[in-house]
């Protein structure tokens, strides 16, 4: 990918909030706990929530390191492997408790919906993206 | 300049300034000398007049993706009519590549995502690729080298084949054949209350050639390379002696040198730092690998790059070996990513200088050729030198070449049996005919590369024809607002940018999010459109 810093805040928001959201949507229903479906849906969704506030931070750390490449481009496996740093950060968040979830996810159930949500969005970027928004990619990922 | 100073194509015809008297296509010196054409001018002529909303000039990659987009923005292919001397829109580029070393079964210098035939560049070339292996292996491949390029594996491209089988398939798809008329297009006018003449000339059965004058409201010029230029010392050695056997153009079929190295100990000089050398190189040592051939390469840089190089630390490029390394003909982003915003934005010597910086010759950082030119030096086969090239001549005794090349160590001579010309000069857009009538009686200008000037939207500057626009695509637009117009990607977006301005005007219909995803859809189960 080749995104600009507009072109990636744009993205990242609008990838998580519609496919990300889909994906939490599919995937919830499917994780152990005791916890009511309705509970653990705001459990899973704040999670969702903050990846995307964070993310939108990462994304300007992210657009520097750029800045270093001579291409400016951002090779398809830094997309995947940035999701360590980023689900690790939640995680540490989520350990604090500062997350307002109401219900605990245990390590298991946010490694489900981390795992999921990160996977799906980066191969939806990686490809079909480009199909509905046939302008996206030479816009450096900027849909307005 | 003559025609002997450009690289010919197997089609092409006398460039600019070759045309008998002020004949052009046969046309009358009135019409010649006439800036604007009225329909009555035309008349009186005598030449016959086809109306169609939509012409493209060239018929190569770049009407090809161009007429592409209109299809699948819904224009009917009566609407559309591609002139052309070229029996299919690769022709070019595929006797290019060809006789450049990059046959069927080699890779090109092209992203995955970058597919003419498939204006979303989904499924890329690296998936359909793994889709249509035999096995787990040949699968994996192309795609665990997508997912790690450039970090631990070279960039994939995808094989020349792949892409003309491809083509094809999108060119029996939107019924491409039926909008092509062939023949020559030397001249182009804008018409008196709008819209633009294109006179097409064709060969008539009798054997003679009959002229048809195309009359319609857009006017589309994708003509492809003005011509190859060869260095001046070497045409001036080939002016001289009338040698064509021991100097040769990359460009030109040279397969009598390969030929000719099987049989005996040469030498080869090769000139140049780019991707064309690096094929040309892979060559030989393939074949000195494959046949035994006894080749002694000297690489001849007039700039050794010895690494990394660029202003600052944000805009260094990688290099080493006398080569700078870089994974397209541009940085990544100038096809959609910061580059490309960024230069969309510069103006006169602002653009030129970011061109400047950008630009230079290159090559990809291959791990295979890393590999074979170690062995070369490691073994003596293959070495490089800096300098210029003074003079090009014979040996004492005739038999071989010989370089006088000055560089800061004073002057060496090299003695030489072949010497292959990898630099790739192009030629001034002036060059070409229908270029050259669009300077000289359009209103068309040049852009601070000297080529075309072009709007961010393709259109040409100071064509406007009342309601009518004119558009240019590919390689002499180079130094507009978008840099990457000669690749397979940069003639895609400027397709977009062009069936974007029409659709602006009404001409067809924008592709929104549902018609782009329905369209995709139709492709995906090869439906006509």
Redesign the interface.
């Known amino acids: 990918m080749v995104p600009t810093l507009g072109g990636r805040l744009q993205t990242r928001v609008f990838v998580l909030v519609v496919v990300g959201g889909l994906v939490v949507l599919a995937v919830t229903p499917l994780l152990v706990s005791g916890a009511s479906i309705g509970d653990l849906y705001q459990a899973t969704y704040v999670v969702l929530a903050a990846v995307l506030v964070l993310g939108l931070a990462w994304e300007f750390v992210y657009h520097f390191l750029q800045q270093f490449r001579w291409e400016k481009d951002w090779p398809t496996m830094f997309g995947l492997l940035t999701g360590i740093n980023e689900g690790l950060l939640v995680w540490v968040l989520l350990s604090a408790d500062v997350l307002p979830t109401g219900t605990s996810v245990s390590g298991g159930n946010f490694l489900i919906v981390f795992v999921s949500v990160w996977l799906v969005t980066w191969l939806w970027v990686n490809g079909p993206m480009r199909v509905p928004w046939i302008r996206w990619r030479f816009r450096g990922g900027r849909l307005v | 300049m003559s025609g002997s100073e450009t690289v010919r194509l197997p089609y092409a015809e006398a460039p600019a300034g070759h045309q008998a008297g002020g004949d052009s296509q046969g046309l009358s010196d009135e019409l010649l000398a006439t800036d604007v054409w009225t329909d009555e001018l035309l008349e009186r002529s005598g030449v016959p007049v086809v109306d169609v909303p939509f012409v493209s000039v060239g018929g190569g990659i770049g009407s090809f993706v161009t007429v592409d987009y209109l299809r699948i923005a819904g224009v009917p292919s009566s609407q559309i009519r591609v002139l052309t001397p070229l029996e299919y829109p690769w022709e070019t580029y595929e006797y290019l590549t060809g006789v450049s070393q990059i046959p069927r079964g080699e890779r090109l210098r092209s992203d995955s ?1 970058s597919t003419p035939d498939n ?6 070339y690296a ?1 359909r690729e793994a889709f249509a292996a035999r096995s787990l292996r040949g699968s994996l491949a192309p795609l665990w080298q ?7 594996a070279d960039y994939y491209t995808p094989r020349a084949g792949q892409v003309f089988t491809a083509l094809q398939r999108e060119y029996d798809r939107i019924g491409y054949a039926e909008m092509c008329e062939r023949g020559v297009v030397r001249t182009v006018r804008r018409r008196q209350g709008g819209g633009y003449f294109t006179i097409l000339t064709r060969k008539s059965p009798s054997g003679g050639t009959r002229r048809v004058a195309f009359r319609g409201q857009f006017v589309h010029v994708a003509v492809g390379y003005p011509g190859l230029k060869y260095l001046p010392d070497l045409q001036d050695y080939r002016l001289r002696t009338g040698d064509h056997h021991r100097v040769v153009n990359a460009y030109e079929p040279h397969e009598h040198l390969y030929q000719e190295l099987r049989s005996r100990q040469c030498t080869v000089v090769i000139r140049g730092g780019g991707i064309v050398a690096s094929r040309i190189l892979q060559r030989l040592i393939d074949d000195r690998d494959r046949y035994g051939t006894d080749v002694r390469i000297v690489h001849l840089f007039r700039t050794f790059i010895s690494g990394s190089h ?1 202003p600052s ?6 290099g080493g070996d006398g080569w700078a390394y ?2 397209f003909n541009y ?3 100038a ?7 960024k230069m969309r934005k510069l103006e006169g010597g602002d653009r030129a200088e970011l061109y400047k910086l950008i630009g230079g010759t290159n090559t990809p950082h291959r791990r295979l050729w890393m590999r074979q030119l170690a062995r070369g030096r490691s073994e003596g086969w293959y070495r490089t030198v800096t300098g210029e090239v003074e003079k090009v001549g014979a040996s004492v005794d005739g038999k071989t070449l010989s370089l006088r090349v000055r560089n800061a160590e004073g002057v060496i001579e090299l003695p030489a049996d072949f010497i292959v010309d990898c630099t790739g000069l192009e030629a001034d857009i002036a060059e070409h005919r229908v270029l050259k009538d669009l300077l000289d009686h359009c209103g068309a200008q040049r852009n601070p590369l000297g080529r075309l000037d072009v709007e961010r939207s393709f259109e040409v500057r100071g064509m406007r024809s009342g309601n009518g626009r004119a558009y240019a695509s590919g390689a002499a637009t180079l130094g507009g607002y978008f840099p990457g117009v000669d690749t397979f990607l940069g003639l895609q ?1 400027s397709a ?1 940018e062009i069936c974007d301005d029409l659709a602006r005007i009404g001409f067809c219909r924008r ?1 929104g ?2 018609r ?2 329905s369209q ?1 859809w139709r492709w995906v189960r090869n439906r006509r459109i």
Do not use: N, Y
């Not at chain 2, 096809?335 to 915003?341: D, F």
């Open positions: 995502a204006i979303w560049g989904f499924p890329s998936v997508v997912l790690t390029e450039p970090i631990f660029g630390i944000f805009m260094r490029r990688r870089q994974g940085p990544k982003s096809w959609g990513g910061q580059l490309k915003a977006i977009q592709i999010v549902w782009s995803t995709w």
